[in-house]
């Protein structure tokens, strides 16, 4: 992937952006173009497999984390720009194509990119995460997600992993709720190892809950009700794009148990894989999410493909789009899941 690939994920906004100044239909071009085009193209276009040979370069350059960082003040400006054209002067189909485009920024910048800078180690790039999480009212997942789905993946334990025989619509409900309360558990048991009271405003979840109900608040008292619930169903289709993603990347892949009853350790097969370039590159390398779970503090760039890695037949949004077709999905997805079972 070379570098400039990366910028692809930029003509998000810029759809968006046409999307909000268009009439009609035409509001709906993002979802048009990112999963009607960009599957499409990725059926044409075949998966790359090699792994980069300068990585210490790529780790050592800035250009890497800047156009991560970028994401931030654009996702904010275009959703209070949401906020100041939505509403009574759009017809039904303009509001529901642009509320659709904006929960297509939460998913994609809102959530995606804050799941990269959340597996980092410095504030101000876990602030980052923290802002954009709360544009797409997911800031449970910072807990959540470093602290309980990299521990329980692959396993009943993790609400966030799907099994089997699953369908998504039943997964999106399961892990969202799921991975809601796992992080009041996961907070109030390491406020306990303190010694201080889960109601404490140390207590993450606690906190992250009282941020999203205030920012609400506040779209509503300036924005009015209307605006307000378009928002809240942007930050939903967003969310719901995230667990399309968390299903299909653990989707039937689990872990066994050891004689001490212990899983084992969490290896690059208990993953989905696609090594399709346009979905690595709009989502910032996710797709290689075998390499990403192995070892959690490697940044996008430096993610390698590696022929233990299950592969999945397309790009993300193309397996996205499947999963919504759960016959067809399980019909694709176990006899793969039976192979990969039969070589372990």
């Known amino acids: 992937m070379k570098k400039w690939t990366y910028l692809f994920v930029y003509l998000l906004p810029v759809t968006v952006y046409a999307a909000f100044n268009l009439p009609g239909i035409y509001t709906f071009s993002p979802i048009i173009i990112f999963y009607g085009l960009v599957p499409l193209l990725e059926l044409i276009i075949p998966a790359n497999h090699k792994n980069s040979t300068d990585i210490d370069a790529r780790l050592a350059s800035k250009y890497f984390d800047i156009i991560l960082y970028l994401a931030v003040p654009i996702q904010v400006g275009f959703l209070f720009y949401f906020f100041s054209i939505i509403g009574a002067q759009h017809t039904l189909v303009e509001n529901i194509g642009m509320t659709l485009s904006m929960g297509l920024m939460c998913g994609v910048f809102g959530i995606n990119i804050a799941h990269e800078l959340g597996h980092r180690n410095t504030w101000y790039e876990r602030l980052m995460a923290e802002i954009l999480l709360l544009t797409s009212l997911e800031m449970h997942f910072m807990p959540y997600h470093n602290n309980g789905h990299h521990h329980n993946v692959a396993t009943p334990n993790d609400p966030a992993t799907a099994g089997k025989d699953e369908p998504v619509y039943i997964f999106w409900f399961k892990s ?5 309360f796992t992080a009041w558990k996961l907070e109030n048991k390491r406020l306990k190892q303190k010694g201080k009271s889960a109601l404490s405003l140390q207590n993450k979840a606690l906190v992250y809950s009282l941020i999203q109900w205030v920012f609400v608040a506040l779209i509503y008292y300036f924005y009015g009700a209307n605006t307000c619930l378009l928002f809240i169903a942007a930050a939903i289709f967003g969310i719901l794009l995230l667990e399309t993603v968390n299903y299909i990347e653990h989707y039937g892949l689990l872990r066994k148990k050891n004689e001490n009853g212990r899983y084992e350790r969490v290896m690059h097969w208990h993953s989905w894989n696609s090594d399709h370039p346009l979905g690595r590159a709009m989502l910032f390398e996710l797709s290689r999410h075998s390499d990403h779970h192995y070892r959690a503090s490697k940044k996008y760039q430096s993610l390698v493909s590696l022929p233990e890695n299950p592969q ?33």
Request: glycine share 8%; proline share 11%; no cysteine.
């Open 312 to 344: 999945m037949p397309t790009g993300y949004p193309g397996m996205m789009l499947l999963s919504l077709i759960p016959p067809l999905w399980f019909w694709h997805m176990n006899k793969r899941i039976e192979s990969i079972s039969n070589t372990k």
């Open 176 to 180: 969202q709720i799921g991975s809601y």
